[in-house]
């Protein structure tokens, strides 16, 4: 067998990435855009010793979960993985997905991981589902400024200004931005050389609010003609905030330190209403948030009411308890819960969010939560380790923890250990963290109870998933 060669394979299992799995010539072999089903013709790209890595040429026979991929980037596009998929066949896959992670990197029984593991909770409309977007903006082969996406694995540009995921309202901002750009001579930033200016736009969209805010990523503190930039997105239907965010560094962090409005407010607000866990029907409460350019807000917030409810349902609030909602972003999570709860507090890394978080406790008339701004794994052994909780008696009865990708820092973790709250409710955005955290909070003295996946990100690999975790001596 050797590089380059033809070889013929029926894909019978799919990785975590998405990419196709089959076997030839007692080789594993991946090939991405294949799907679990489908005989298919394929190149080699790479041979390792056991595996290799094969290219997909020609599709033979296709699998029964095929289907044609509504965007025509589907491929070459690095944001989505899984759109030649049918939608139930991408929510089995990741099923299967969190389930394999907790058998293999959690190390937990197959049969307690069937017993915990509830089904996923899938969306009724998996494309234009996202609120957010940061598209990239480089130079095409014309040498034109254009936005779109990066290729998978490159820092190559596909122009495309209307993404399937993204809401409509994407593309009129992007080609508002490109046309200033190309009218006042203002030059994409080019990465290799590290000039030129504008790296990105962010845009967001509040699906409850209708409001829309413009974030342009600069290499430079300022814009030529800001203005002409102004006039011609201010008048975009439901626009609130225009902003420029500083960004000189040579990095993949989209976002600098620094932003200046230079057109409306500083931040957007949108609202999340609670959910039924069994229908998943709205029932009334509604929180409504402020968000600025630099904070977290969950990209689809239809899932995201189905994921908050789950886990207000998992920390088993009667109004006596005290809670702690660790990496909570702007109080997204810890209002929902404070409804419920005596007292909570909430720790969040990004001063920025944090204001946000005062602002919206405040606005949604919520007394009973309190924001603390640094990291969880600093923030919380102090406060354990002064005495500070034993003085005010906030020990915890639940903790809530919903970190970023890496999970929770091992000081984190032995800190929530020492605190030993009944219950844990973990919402996690990956898998595989998850269950490195899941093995060592259960090492400790905690038992998986509950487990559920919520799909937040449609087409593509990624999946939300809330995790109860119970005191095994309570
Ligand atoms: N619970 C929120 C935010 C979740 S995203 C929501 O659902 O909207 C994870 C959050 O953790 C982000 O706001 C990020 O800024 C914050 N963060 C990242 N590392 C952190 C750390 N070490 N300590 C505290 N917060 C952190």
Known sequence: MQKNEMIRLKIEDMGV????????????????????????????MKLKKTYGYARLTEIMEASPERVEPPCIYARPCGGCQLQQMSYQAQLRFKQKKIKDSLVR???????????????????DKPFAYRNKAQFPIGTDAGGQAAAGFYAGRTHNIIANTDCALGVPQNK?????????????????????????????????????????????????????????????????????????????????VILGACTRVIWGEAAISDALYLRDTSSFERIGTKTVYRI??????????????????????YAGLTGTETVWDLYCGIGTISLFLARGAKQVFGVEAVP????????????????????????????????????????????????????????????????????????????????????????????????????????QFGQTVHVEVAVLLMRADT
Not at 26 to 41: N, Q, S, Y
Not at 105 to 123: C, K, N
Not at 206 to 217: A, H, I, P, Q, R
């Open 105 to 123: 990197i959690g190390g937990f029984e197959e049969t307690r991981i069937d017993a915990v593991l509830e089904p996923i909770v899938g969306m």
């Open 352 to 455: 920025q969010a944090v204001e946000d978080a005062r602002r919206n406790a405040e606005r949604n008339g919520i007394s009973n939560v309190e924001f603390l701004c640094g990291k969880a794994e600093e923030v919380l052994p102090e406060f354990y380790g002064q005495g500070k909780m034993e003085a005010n008696m906030q020990y915890p009865d639940v903790i809530v923890v919903d970190p970023p990708r890496k999970g929770c820092d091992e000081r984190c973790i032995e800190t929530m250990l020492q605190m030993q709250a009944k219950r844990i409710v973990y919402v996690s955005c990956d898998p595989a963290t998850l269950a490195r955290d899941l093995r060592r909070l259960c090492d400790g003295g905690y038992e998986l109870e509950r487990v559920r996946g919520v799909d």
């Open 17 to 44: 990435d998405g990419a196709g799995i089959g076997k030839y010539g007692g080789m594993t072999f991946f090939v991405k855009d294949a799907v679990i089903g489908d005989t298919v013709l394929a190149k080699i």
């Open 292 to 313: 600025s350019p630099q904070s977290f807000y969950q990209v689809n917030p239809i899932q995201t009411e189905k994921l908050y409810s789950l886990a207000l349902e």
């Open 172 to 252: 009129a901002i992007l080609e508002a931005v490109l046309d200033y750009m190309k009218e006042c001579g203002v030059p994409a930033y080019d990465e290799k050389s590290r000039k030129g200016l504008v790296r990105h736009v962010l845009i967001r969209y509040g699906f409850d609010s209708g409001e829309l805010m413009v974030c342009v990523v600069v290499n430079g503190m300022r814009l030529p003609k800001e203005a002409e930039l102004v006039k011609r997105l201010c008048e975009t239907e439901g626009m609130k905030s225009i902003s420029l965010n500083t960004n000189t560094e040579d990095t993949n």
